[in-house]
């Protein structure tokens, strides 16, 4: 039952992001046609977009460049960031990653094996 919840919150989740990606991306290239665009969607996606719309019309130009990039960046998983991870904790993190197993830590401080347990934990859940 519990992988059924996460699926379901995973879909939603990923609809919300795919239509701010369509929302920030109208809103980037069409600008003031950008409303009209977006009334051809389904009644209720449509309240959600435009208040997209609303929220991205107020933002900064900054705001709005660095939220459409995140909208548009492809989803990592965690092997993938943890590529950028560097030196001893990276290569414990990536080993770990690999073999599914827990980091051992071995050869390093305290703080950095906790460090690698942590990310092993939260790069899992990506």
Avoid: K
């Avoid at 920030?24 to 051809?40: E, I, K, P, Q, S």
């Avoid at 459409?68 to 993190?93: C, N, Q, T, Y």
């Avoid at 071995?106 to 790069?123: F, I, N, T, Y």
Wanted: glycine share 12%; proline share 4%.
């Amino acid at each position: 039952m519990r992988a059924g919840r996460a699926g379901r919150s995973r879909r939603v989740w990923n609809a919300s992001r795919d239509l701010e990606a369509l929302v920030r991306t109208v809103a980037a290239l069409d600008g003031a046609r950008a409303a009209g665009l977006l009334a051809g969607l389904s009644e209720e996606r449509r309240r959600v977009a435009v208040g997209l719309l609303r929220r991205v019309e107020r933002a900064c130009r900054a705001e709005r460049h660095a939220r459409l990039a995140r909208a548009l960046a492809p989803d990592a998983s965690g092997p993938e960031l943890a590529e950028g991870i560097s030196g001893a904790l990276g290569d414990e993190v990536r080993r770990s990653l690999v073999s599914g197993a827990s980091p051992d830590g071995d050869g390093l401080p305290p703080a950095l094996a906790g460090w690698a347990r942590r990310l092993v934990r939260e790069l899992r859940e990506v």
